[in-house]
DNA sequence: CGAGGGTTTGATGATAGTCAAAGTGAGTGG
DNA sequence: CCACTCACTTTGACTATCATCAAACCCTCG
């Protein structure tokens, strides 16, 4: 039983733009299927030209590069209603890998169909603009905690993203959220150590401002936290949903 | 004497992609002018919501974000063709702030017009996407350099990343490019302080494989470069000018 | 109960940051 | 034309953040 559009469980939280009668049908149109798969599946590779483009719809997973040598740079965690596979519909190739954390399901969109979905509709094609913006708008800020602050503050920040990502999808109860992945990932993420990761995570606890256990994610002190990021906090606007 | 876009220098060049008649017109409608200015001179502000959107013509300069401690990262350097401007035009607000480290010269676009100009073409809609996908692709690139590569590999890498830039804009003269840029700037951009980055660049001298003298940039030995880089080289394709 | 994946902790060392000062060259004014 | 300044680069000495290595611990699972 395929979600519909209509009936899709993303589009009626407010973090996501409405839209018209007349894009939900083009974007119905434009799906062709979904995909479940289980932790751990890759979905898009590095390098590849996938035939498909999705948007997540349930669980959670990351986007990541590998070196040559092995390392790996993870680039962003992957949320509901995340975009996936720009890349390869706009320049042919992907520039990162793609795959599920959790136990995750898609819509799917086949590549062939994306040129006339980008044509069809100003409004839908301004949509996948926006949303390309505003990754390298993120992708800028991460280049700046990676490059610019210390393990502290850097875990400071991520955590603090993080939440406020999910506080925005509703995966926020009681100042908790779910965060099923691994030290090593967020190490990836941030230029770090596993090692130096786990001790500065726990410095951030000994601080009383956040928590991270047991696949879930915690944290006591918003402010003290972004102070320790040395950020501003600022609020999250509505997003465009393909 | 403003440029028309017509008699502009950068479209002849092989490394953008040849527009039609009619793609030409519109871009020429939508620019309203053109903008000098020396060195040193900041051209759109972090956090600020330009009224103008801009096309690097000619000279050299810089995006960059700064953190309220003070420090910098630089997140791309701006050689011509490049387009400026689009995350205020798309999203309302700069991520980043731009300046100008030569003199430079800008095409002017309103902001006001953005919208129009975008739906009045599907193939430069798609342009800007292709542009904003592109950025994102590089920034994926530039984080995982910074996150994961030492700081001689890093900066082996991005010696070679703007070499074979230039080298598409045909800046490249019997191996060498011109580079007005200050060792700071190529630290911010890295993560790595201006004493070390300062140290690594005579390491890669004294091997014979870079000299950035005089603000000209020199390359002996690509491959043995993008060896220490642990990158792997590939040939550039044409993209498109705004 | 043993195995394996992930987390935690301690010890040691290297890469990169900070501090300080000297060197270089272009530009300016007497 | 010669100080003198200023911005940038270079070098040396010292420090610290963070990486690496290694081992123990904790859970879940078969």
Known sequence: MVT??????????????????????????????????????????????????????????????????????????????????????????????????????FCVFDRSDFFDFFRNSTARAFDITWLAATEEHFLGDTLTTVGQRDALSALAWALVRIFQRADALGMVQNGTMPFPYKQQDMADALGLSLVHTNKTLAR???????????????????????????????????????
């Open 4 to 105: 519909a559009c209509t009936s899709c469980p993303l589009r009626k939280q407010s973090f996501f733009q409405d839209m018209t009668q007349d894009e939900l049908e083009k974007t119905q149109r434009f799906k062709s299927g979904e995909l479940s798969v289980d932790p751990g599946t890759p979905i898009l590779m590095e390098g590849t030209n996938a035939p498909q483009l999705y948007t997540a719809l349930r669980g959670m997973g990351l986007r990541y590069k590998t070196l040559p040598d092995g390392s790996r740079q993870v680039i962003n965690l992957i949320f509901p209603g995340d975009f996936i596979g720009l890349q390869a519909g706009v320049l042919g190739e992907m520039g990162h890998s793609v795959e599920a954390t959790t136990h995750m399901t």
């Open 204 to 242: 951030l606890r000994d601080r009383q401002l956040a928590v991270w256990d047991d696949k879930t994610l915690k944290i006591h002190d918003m402010a003290e936290l972004a102070a320790v990021a040395d950020m501003e906090l600022e609020e999250t606007s509505p997003r465009p949903l393909i």
